[in-house]
Nanobody
């Protein structure tokens, strides 16, 4: 059974940092692009960041560019999202996803596997 499990969320203050992790099990995702999306209360899920299978291609939403960094460790079947200089508008449930292609996409529909999400709350 394929599972993606996010961890690392929590309650922080504006300006703080968090690192999210997404561990995969059930199959090896080393050749898959991985992505992070988020959904704030009352809003649709939106793209945050994505990384190609080998880490050579990185995509970021404009709202997080320069503050968030996506990375991966294929040996651990894990993808990370380092979030710095957090703002209250970053408050959301963060989801990781895996795409059945080595190239990243900003489109939610391109991802076949999804985690259950982890809550990130940033207070002002």
């Amino acid at each position: 059974q394929v599972q993606l499990v996010e961890s690392g969320g929590g309650l922080v203050q504006a300006g703080d940092s968090l690192r999210l992790s997404c561990a995969a099990s059930g199959r090896t995702f080393g050749s898959y692009a991985r992505g992070w999306f988020r959904q704030a209360p009352g809003k649709e899920r939106e793209f945050v960041a994505a990384i190609s299978w080998n880490g050579g291609n990185l995509y970021y939403a404009d709202s997080v560019k320069g503050r968030f960094t996506i990375s991966r460790d294929n040996a651990k079947n894990t993808v990370y999202l380092q979030m710095n200089s957090l703002k209250p508008e970053d408050t959301a449930v963060y989801y990781c996803a895996a795409r059945g292609s080595g190239f990243p996409s900003t489109q939610e529909k391109e991802y076949a596997y999804w985690g259950q999400g982890t809550q990130v709350t940033v207070s002002s």
